[in-house]
């Protein structure tokens, strides 16, 4: 059985829940005679809410100012959102009484089955409540700006100068950009104690201790425990903080320092010229396209349909939400990037990340069922992630890209340099997350939070003199905004990193191999289980000590051979 959809259900996104109901109310009433065909209508409404859901938070997320595309979100979120969590509770129970098991639905199911014991009806207004707070952290971030030379600047629009060769100017701008965040320290800090509280009150809802318990049924977390995380932390003070160190060691020999400060951590020498890739968007996505149909005619492809249709946004500009993300649109079978560039390699490492997940979107297209095509989050960011390294060979200009071979040595030692520095920032953000949520008393106290991020800061982040800079050292948490819209959703790049690093040391040796094997693993979607997708992909699902360092030993070879082409 398919439903009779109307024609403008793609594009009417400001439906009232009686336009919805009708939809779940068939399902219900249907027999599940033919589950394939009672499933496949059960994704056309799931599709179809999905998108409705993606696209109204795309449009404020494009423009935070936008009062009429908030009251629309706000709206669906108030009036359909809750509604339609309750009504799909009702089909998934129907869906489990009827003991089915559709081919490839096992791993599906199993997802039903934690969900199912989740819910609550009481926490569906919570539900709604925190996807507010998330647009209000967005609106709070967004509208931060300094005065520059004559010119408002976005946050995002001071990174070129924090590269700038000299330190008067990094300084001072790090100092103005850092006042400004600072100064909306209390509006952040009375956001998080609501969060917080929300939270708190799911947790409780659904009978369980705190909300890490909470999280991790709801982020459906079967193939690993806290505990693996933090021994993964473990792991990363042995291993990724001491290269963390050497990194800092040689950024600072570079720049003739004998300490790094917070506006030197990606500053330029003398001698550099600037690495300024592209000019704007455009010639983001142009070069973009051409490299990815050097990784693979295919994907490329695929970049070029979103390129030609307008799936892309990727200028920075004032009222913009910070960040990038790349969202799917079910309905069409499309994703959609989102970015704020601003001239910067860092830029063109966003621009591959989220075409990888752009990718992992086009390739589990294919699967029937909305369930299947629900890929976990550690291997959605494999996909995003094992990109920036598998286009790592075609970022030159001969090839299309975006550098000359010098320039290209040095973004190259950039973005792995990055991997190194990134997974000891990645434990800091997941331990202050375990943190708050298993000591909710102590985190009602934003003092108290600064103090814990403080803590794991100096645990992790070893090698930048912050000295004289406390308060902003200590409310680096208020700067990440997982912690306020995506709790707990962190561990993920930590966990994918170590993945896609064992997806390009394949590539290393066989290239065309790698890629046909990344693109299988994508396929499956979320239809195997976590380990079985690393598997697929080549890789290891692994915490250890051990795969770190291989890892990492990996990386800091690599670099000392980058290192000598860019001399």
Request: charged share 25%; proline share 5%; glycine share 6%.
């Amino acid at each position: 059985m398919l439903l009779d959809l109307p024609a403008s259900a793609q594009t009417t996104l400001d439906w009232s829940w009686e336009h919805w109901q009708p939809f779940y109310a068939a399902l219900e009433a249907a027999p599940i005679a033919d589950p394939a065909a009672w499933l496949a209508a059960w994704s056309q409404v799931a599709d179809l809410l999905a998108e409705t859901s993606s696209r109204l938070a795309v449009a404020t997320t494009r423009d935070t100012t936008d009062s009429d595309a908030e009251a629309r979100y706000r709206a669906f979120l108030g009036h359909v959102y809750p509604r339609a969590l309750a009504a799909d509770q009702v089909l998934k129970r129907k869906f489990l009484d009827a003991r089915v098991e559709p081919e490839g639905f096992a791993v599906p199911l199993r997802n039903l089955r934690a969900e199912v014991e989740l819910f609550r009806e009481a926490s569906l207004p919570l539900l709604a409540e925190e996807r507010r707070l998330g647009n209000e952290y967005n609106r709070i971030i967004g509208g931060q700006t300094i005065e520059w030379a004559g010119r408002e600047l976005t946050i995002p629009q001071t990174e070129p100068l924090l590269k700038e060769p000299d330190r008067a100017v990094r300084e001072e701008v790090w100092r103005r950009a850092a006042a400004r965040q600072l100064a909306d320290r209390e509006a952040i800090n009375q956001l998080w104690r609501q969060l917080l509280a929300l939270r708190r009150q799911l947790a409780a809802n659904a009978g369980l201790p705190d909300y890490r318990a909470y999280a991790w049924r709801l982020l459906r977390r079967f193939d690993y425990t806290p505990d693996d995380c933090l021994h993964f932390h473990e792991a990363i003070e042995a291993v990724a903080v001491p290269a963390a160190r050497r990194v800092y060691a040689r950024r600072a020999a570079r720049l003739g320092l004998d300490r790094l400060r917070p506006w030197d951590t990606h500053a330029r020498a003398l001698h550099e010229a600037p690495l300024r890739p592209f000019r704007d968007g455009a010639e983001l996505a142009e070069r973009g396209e051409a490299v990815l149909m050097r990784v693979d005619p295919e994907l490329g492809g695929y970049f070029a349909t979103m390129r030609r249709e307008g799936f892309l946004d990727l200028d920075n500009r004032k009222g913009k939400a910070p960040g990038g993300y790349c969202a799917y649109f079910p309905v069409v079978r499309r994703p959609f990037i989102f970015m704020n560039a601003v001239g910067m390699p860092g830029d063109v490492r966003t621009l591959l990340h989220e075409a990888g997940h752009a990718f992992h979107d086009f390739e589990m297209a294919h699967l029937p069922y909305h369930q299947q095509r629900d890929a976990p989050i550690e291997f959605a960011e494999v996909a995003s992630m094992a990109m920036e390294l598998l286009a790592a060979p075609y970022l030159r200009r001969s090839d299309g890209g975006y550098y000359d071979q010098a320039e290209y040595a040095r973004a190259r030692i950039e973005h792995l340099e990055g991997i190194l520095t990134f997974w000891p920032y990645m434990a800091v953000v997941d331990g202050f997350q375990h943190w708050a949520y298993t000591n909710p008393e102590a985190a009602d106290d934003p003092a108290a939070c600064d103090v814990a991020w403080d803590r794991l800061w100096r645990r992790f982040m070893d090698g930048v003199d912050w000295s004289g800079l406390d308060a902003e050292r200590m409310t680096g948490w208020h700067r990440k905004q997982h912690i306020y819209r995506y709790p707990f959703y962190y561990v993920e790049y930590g966990l994918a990193q170590l993945g896609a690093v064992q997806v390009w040391r394949n590539a290393l040796s066989d290239q065309p191999g790698a890629v046909a094997a990344y693109r299988r693993a994508l396929a499956l979607g979320g239809a195997v289980t976590l380990p079985d997708l690393f598997r697929a992909a080549g890789a290891r699902f692994a915490f250890d000590t051990g795969a770190l360092w291989e890892a990492v030993e990996l990386i800091e070879g690599t670099i000392d051979v980058l290192e000598q082409a860019a001399v």
